[in-house]
């Protein structure tokens, strides 16, 4: 099992689109192993596949408290949703950084586990707002994109200059 490299905003391959897992084999295991070091290492709450630049649908999630209760969703859709909560989020790809986004309290949702095995689940709280943002993650859509065009600027510019940072300092190193 090895941790994968966390893409960080504004790299553009957050915003490309996932495509449909076909073939239920090996491979597939092993990213899902891969993602789960990844996500518990980082450590987060929950990791979609753009976001360590694979682009088969995959979103691994574990919200309990006792980072036991791994859940495993492949070719993820929302069926139902319902209410409305607003929770402070964070995102592996935005270190640091955190913001309130509205979303559904309470989702209806069909995905497939690492076996191929198609299940439906009802999920609430905090693990249904970190399964609509790993889902958005899956179709290139960031939590930023959900706040007012002044705060998504704000932050687009702080990573964008801690991106320019980082290259010079690369290059100082490689200099
Ligand atoms: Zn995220």
């Known amino acids: 099992m090895a941790a994968l490299d966390i893409l960080i905003y504004p790299d553009p391959r957050l915003r490309r689109v996932a495509t449909p897992v076909v073939a239920f084999d090996a491979e597939i295991k092993r990213i899902v192993n891969d993602m789960a070091t990844t996500m518990y290492e980082a450590p987060g709450i929950g990791l979609a596949?753009?976001?360590v630049g694979i682009r088969h649908s995959i979103i691994v999630i574990d919200v309990s408290q006792e980072l036991q209760d791994l859940k495993v969703l492949i070719n993820p859709e929302i069926l139902e949703s319902e209410g409305?909560?607003?929770?402070?989020e964070g995102c592996l790809s935005f270190p640091g950084y955190f913001a309130r986004v509205n979303r559904a309290e309470w989702i209806r949702f069909r995905a497939h586990n690492e076996h191929g095995?198609?299940?439906e689940a009802e999920a609430d709280g905090l693990y249904a707002v970190c399964?609509?943002?790993e889902i958005d993650h899956?179709?290139?859509?960031?939590f930023?994109?959900?706040?007012?065009?002044?705060?998504?600027?704000?932050?687009?510019?702080?990573?964008?200059?801690?991106?320019r940072n980082?290259?010079?300092e690369l290059a100082r190193q490689a200099g």
């Open 49 to 51: 596949s753009i976001q």
């Open 84 to 88: 409305e909560q607003t929770v402070e």
């Open 117 to 119: 095995e198609c299940y």
């Open 131 to 133: 399964i609509q943002h």
């Open 138 to 142: 899956l179709s290139g859509k960031l």
């Open 144 to 163: 930023t994109d959900y706040l007012s065009r002044l705060k998504r600027q704000r932050v687009s510019r702080q990573f964008e200059k801690a991106a």
């Open 166 to 168: 980082r290259q010079r």
